[in-house]
């Protein structure tokens, strides 16, 4: 089975000092968006205390499960370091890498119109407001670090 995989997190380091620095102690990770094949897309929601669903926890227990990600190396770091779950290296799988060692675009945004995939099956634009919003660290005037 493929579980299709994609955290988010809040950390008072912002991302661009590091992954590892991202997950530092005061990290915390707030939801997993997952979904097992071509099943119905399932929330794993941290930031009020849901246990882990079963389903995810049966996909990091096979050991013949494969995660995909976009962006693997964010995902697999922010599970482990702030979860200790695991998501072991042969069982990963980078959208991202993959779109980028054809010559194509990284961002998701971008790579959904080089595709010219159908809007609804595309990145929000309005998505990156909300991770501004929950994710990133801005003092109590509003402004981001």
Known sequence: MTTFYDIETRSPVPIQRG???????????LIANFARDEGTPQLW???????IPPDLADAFADPNEI????????????????????????RR???MAAAQSHGYPGALEALGQVLELPENLRKLHSGKNVIQMFCVPHDEAGHYF
């Open 19 to 29: 992954t590892d620095t991202h997950f530092s102690k005061d990290a915390e990770f």
């Open 45 to 51: 929601d941290r930031i009020n205390g849901q246990p």
């Open 67 to 90: 995660f995909v990600c976009h962006n693997m190396p964010f995902d697999a770091a922010g599970t482990h370091r702030l979860t200790n779950y695991r998501i072991p290296v042969e």
């Open 93 to 95: 799988r980078c959208s």
